[in-house]
Each structure stands twice: as structure tokens, then as C-alpha cells.
Nanobody
């Protein structure tokens, strides 16, 4: 079992910044991918960004240049710095971890989610 604990999120005005963090504990796969999905009301959950334990990253086009993900393998922590936020970024953000280095496919564990709200 793996547990994911998220922190960060909240309410910010458009143009502002927020930081999300997620720490994994338990039986963590030695080679894994962590990152964030998000789900806005009445929309499907979408992959926002992922980072492999080797440091390879993938961003959805809509956040490129605004969001930056980093990870500390020693602490099993990923951090998402979100800048220049826009109302369309409003969603519940879910931390995830999956075995291996693929971007899509089955997610092994999810965090509980944290709300990000961007006001106009």
C-alpha cells in the first residue's frame, strides 16, 4: 500500500500563484511516475503533469510555461508550482503515483484531492 498526502491549494485571483505538494509513503515502487490530475465540475479528470523518478516530465499543453513540477526522490515528494493562474485552472487536483514511466494507463494510487479555485 502507498499513501499520498497532499498539501497546498486554495483560492487565488487570476494571475496569482499557488504551490501543491504531495508526499508518498509506504511500499513505493522503485521506478515510478508521480504527478497531478485535475477534475473540474462536469468535466473528465485530466492529466496535468507527471514526472518520473528519473526526472522526465510531461505537461498538458494548457499549463506549459506556467506550471513547474519538481520532485525529491529522497523524500518521495513532488511539488507543483503554479504561476499565472487562470480561472480555467479551477479544479480539484489529485496527486497520483503509478509504477513505471508511462504517462497514461492505470494509476496505482490517488491522493484525496485538493481544491484550487482561481477567481477572475
Amino acid at each position: 500500500q502507498v499513501q499520498l498526502v497532499e498539501s497546498g491549494g486554495g483560492l487565488v485571483q487570476a494571475g496569482g500563484s499557488l504551490r501543491l505538494s504531495c508526499t508518498a509513503s509506504g511500499s513505493i515502487f522503485s521506478f515510478n511516475t508521480m504527478g497531478w490530475y485535475r477534475q473540474a465540475p462536469e468535466k473528465q479528470r485530466e492529466l496535468v503533469v507527471g514526472i518520473t523518478s528519473g526526472g522526465y516530465t510531461k505537461y498538458v499543453d494548457s499549463v506549459k510555461g506556467r506550471f513547474t513540477i519538481s520532485r525529491d526522490n529522497a523524500k518521495n515528494t513532488v511539488t507543483l508550482q503554479m504561476n499565472s493562474l487562470i480561472p480555467e485552472d479551477t479544479a480539484v487536483y489529485y496527486c497520483y503515483i503509478k509504477a513505471g514511466g508511462t504517462w497514461y494507463g492505470k494509476v496505482d494510487y490517488w491522493g484525496r484531492g485538493t481544491q484550487v479555485t482561481v477567481s477572475p
